[in-house]
């Protein structure tokens, strides 16, 4: 069974993958998911609802007009 442990600075790799790769913005969390761990900004799978959580703040720090609606 593979265990997946929480990784603690998820938001601030979301943050960074937007910062260097502006056409991950339009991801959904899936997509992150893959996208985290080939990238090498994970060592495992992280649970597509924690990404989601990190999505919705990254992208309010890139379009607060957006995050404010």
Do not use: C, K, T
Not at 35 to 60: K, M, N, T
């Amino acid at each position: 069974m593979n265990i997946v442990a929480h990784e603690p600075n998820l938001l601030a790799l979301v943050r960074e993958l937007y910062s260097h790769r502006p056409e991950a913005r339009y991801h959904e969390a899936w997509e992150l998911q893959h996208l985290l761990f080939s990238l090498g900004y994970s060592d495992g799978l992280i649970p597509e609802a924690e990404i989601a959580a990190a999505v919705e703040v990254a992208r309010g720090d890139f379009d607060p007009e957006r995050a404010a609606a």
